[in-house]
């Protein structure tokens, strides 16, 4: 090992002598690149006598470091910095794959390009909206607002548009969400959720859901942990297509009143479901915030989404914007609030909740018919349940059809399919099939 990284030069560089703060510092030096790859770090029993911690300290905050990819190796051989943990990615979403001619892919939930309503004279009406073109960080136009809070599931003090539903998240999560804090979250969930949360170097709590949402006594375990912040999805579930009982929602709430946790809703479907909309923020406007993405409803280049919290959450929101954008696009606000008081749009989006409805559904009662159960629900995939994830995916694989892992959407193996129906028009029976032989491996192999 080179002079230059002893314990005594890592005591020089380490000032937060806690577990985080040594995880958090050595990371900022292996990502300035002081810390070159391929380096070899001290012995955890060296550095921990020249920092005057324990071993054990030492070893939960390198264990924090290969949880992040960052560092490799243990034991006799040393630890050293890995090749490529410096350059941050969304592990889960980079791993889809690109599927060539002759492939069905239903791996992405997305909408239907051909139900989206067009843009043209929205995106006309955006470029004529008041103040255009300034430089002042506003925080979401008033008519845009004003549109919002017409259907709002409670009454927020304050708003803010931002990039998208995923930015919205990756925002706050980086302004209010110290890094290594705790962050409960329902299982399954949103794979580009995990992704941020694990970027951020959260400890990750997962809540386990049945069809009914979170379980309380789920939720209430991971209370005990005191996370940060409780994130979960209030309405139409994006992967499992199920909605959050009314009976539920109570019990959680209830749950909720023995924390001081920050809530976050994350309402990623919005209009695709026909269920009224509601929100915990009716119990706890103070520590709430709820987020609604119209990408899948308006059409995802509007990148637009909006959330609602106190003014003070905002504030802390908007701040940590000024590093970057600053602000949402007038022109896309313009236009989303051109479309939500359009009734010809209305109307589409109705339609379109019909047919997405319908195509799920006409996957989910073939695969009843076969004798595989699919919760009824609605939204753009289906949740089916398999014996062997592996198995089932070889298996579609070897007849052309490509679906996303369960494992993608969970902290443990789930044995469970996500399939997109929102562009599955014909070819229903051929994957109920595909699906039905994938679910259960049987004697295969035996």
Sequence with gaps: MSDAFTSSW??????????????????????AGVLPVGAKLPPIRDLAFMLGVSPATISEAWSELRRQKIITGRGRNGTRVSGDSFTAKPERLASSGNYGAGVLDLTMAVPDQTLLPRLDQALVYGASV??????????????????????????????LATNGGYNAVYTLIH????????????????????????????????VQCDEHGPKPEALRQALREKPAAFLFQPG???????????????????????????????????????????????EFPDRLIHILSYSKTLGPDL???????????????????????????????????????DPHVAEQLEKARAIYKGRRDSLT????????EVPQGSGLCAWVPVASEQFALVTLAARGIAVQ???????????????????????????????????????FGH
Aim: glycine share 6%.
């Design 303 to 341: 990148r637009l989404a909006v959330l609602s919290s106190t003014r003070a959450i905002i504030d802390q929101i908007q701040s940590y914007r000024s590093f970057s954008s600053g602000w949402t696009s007038r022109i896309l606000q313009g236009a989303a609030a051109w479309m939500l008081r």
């Design 365 to 372: 009662d073939a695969l009843h018919a076969r004798g595989l």
């Design 130 to 159: 008041s103040d255009l073109n300034s430089y002042e960080r506003s925080r979401i136009l008033p008519e845009l607002e004003a549109q919002v809070r017409q259907s709002w599931p409670y009454e927020a003090e304050a708003f």
């Design 405 to 443: 892992p369960g494992a993608k959407f969970a902290l443990q193996p789930y044995n469970h399919l996500r399939v997109s129906t929102s562009t599955l028009t014909d070819r229903c029976e051929e994957v109920a099939d595909a699906l039905a032989l994938a679910a259960d491996p049987g004697d």
């Design 10 to 31: 890592f005591a020089e560089k380490i000032s937060d002598r806690s577990i985080r703060g040594i995880a958090l510092e050595t990371r900022g030096l292996i990502r």
């Design 175 to 206: 302004a209010l969400v110290p890094p290594g804090a705790a962050v409960a979250i329902e299982e399954p969930t949103g794979m580009r959720l995990l992704d941020i949360l694990e970027d951020h170097g959260a400890k990750i709590l997962p």
């Design 236 to 282: 139409l579930h994006s992967v499992t297509g199920q909605t959050v009982s009314a009976e539920r929602f109570q019990e959680l709430a209830d749950e909720l009143r023995h924390s001081d946790v920050m809530i976050v809703e994350d309402d990623g479907v919005g209009a695709i479901c026909a269920t009224p909309r509601r929100s915990l923020g009716t």
